[in-house]
Nanobody, 124 residues
Framework: QVQLVESGGRLVHFGGSLQISCAAS????????MGWFRQAPGKEREFVAAINWDNTKIYYKNSLKGRFTISADDTLNTVYLQMNNLQTEDTAVYYC?????????????????WGQGTQVTVSA
């Protein structure tokens, strides 16, 4: 069983930066790859980024490369998402997930565990 708790979401002005966190706990964490997804109102949950705990395997949604950076700290069991130059279209609830399916990390239904989400709102 894995528990995930996201934090750090808030209101940010257009062009600003924000880092959100996902604290993981439970047994066997090292077996999981961690991913960030987001879901805007009326839209499907979409892949943002994924990583393994030693930061050697990192994947991004192509359109977010260069603005978003995912990282993992295996001593704190925490995954971070640094978001820069935020746009209004980045407004969404951001979810952290854990998956053992290393070949389908971009697919939300391949994640076994999810956090409750953290709201990021970008104002114009």
């Amino acid at each position: 069983q894995v528990q995930l708790v996201e934090s750090g979401g808030r209101l940010v002005h257009f062009g600003g930066s924000l880092q959100i966190s996902c604290a993981a706990s439970g047994r066997g964490l090292s077996a999981y790859r961690m991913g960030w997804f987001r879901q805007a109102p009326g839209k499907e949950r979409e892949f943002v980024a994924a990583i393994n705990w030693d930061n050697t395997k990192i994947y991004y949604k192509n359109s977010l490369k260069g603005r978003f950076t995912i990282s993992a700290d295996d001593t704190l069991n925490t995954v971070y998402l640094q978001m820069n130059n935020l746009q209004t279209e980045d407004t969404a609830v951001y979810y952290c997930g854990a998956s053992t399916d290393i070949f389908r990390l971009r697919e939300w239904d391949k994640y076994a565990y999810w956090g409750q989400g953290t709201q990021v709102t970008v104002s114009a």
